[in-house]
């Protein structure tokens, strides 16, 4: 597959979205918690505590809803600021009873629209990503569609950060790229190309550490093992001292890109 492709196929309305993976992972044994305390409760963020075999966790999705209706009341996955807000106050929550935090991020970007902007969606995102980075339990954050600009980045500050392999993940979309480099959005598929954007790219330069098999809906034997390697990272990272979990977390993102510049 091209680059523009799999930027395609991370937009595929039949693919599984958040939701999906919070309830093949963990059943049950999810309870969704709402609204951030100020606000509203963003529809777009979908959060809450689940049980990975015997470990309490907490979950946190960017949701992108799969038809028309799911969609639009989802936002089309694109975040307001009570919706970062709500998923900071679930990861202060998750830190204060020592509870790893696992990110599922499909955005094409955080909402963009005035409203957003005047309710401070610049200072939400930004406040999610300094507090992240000192976060005093472990985050592991999976890539499983789009992951656009510092509305994904904002619940992408994590130990680890995986991505399927059809996922994509950028400062900005190809058509917008496309759009101020050439003036011409049709040229979106070389933009793509440019921007280093898939899996494969993002592995080699560094900026991620796993690439997963796309799972399908009936796929259990996937979703067991995924649960498998989510499970055996979170009990490595949680026996690791907190002063240490940060130093390594914050190191982790020093040292993208250094060694392909070197090179």
Known sequence: MTAYEKVMAARDSKKLTAVDYIAHMFGENFIELHGDRRFADDRAIVGGLGL?????????????????????????????????????????????????VL???????????????????????????????TLKTPVLTILIGEGGSG??????????????????????????????LWKDSSKAPDAAEALKMTAQDLFNFGVIERIIRQPKAEDSAMFESLKLLISRTFEKNMELPTDRLIENRYNRFRKIGTEHLMS
């Open 151 to 180: 509305g994904a980045l904002a619940l992408a500050v994590a130990d680890e950060v995986w991505m399927l392999e059809n996922a994509v993940y950028s400062v900005i979309s190809p058509e917008g790229c496309a759009s101020i």
């Open 52 to 100: 990975l075999y015997e470990m309490p966790v907490t979950v946190i999705g960017i949701e992108k809803g799969r038809n028309t209706r799911e969609r639009m009341d989802r936002n089309f996955g694109q975040a307001h600021p009570e919706g970062y807000r709500k998923a900071l106050r679930l990861m202060k929550q998750a830190e204060k009873f020592h509870r790893p």
């Open 103 to 133: 990110c599922l991020v499909d955005t094409s970007g955080a909402f963009p629209g005035i409203g957003a902007e005047e309710r401070g969606q610049g200072q939400a995102i930004a406040e999610n990503l300094m507090e992240m980075m």
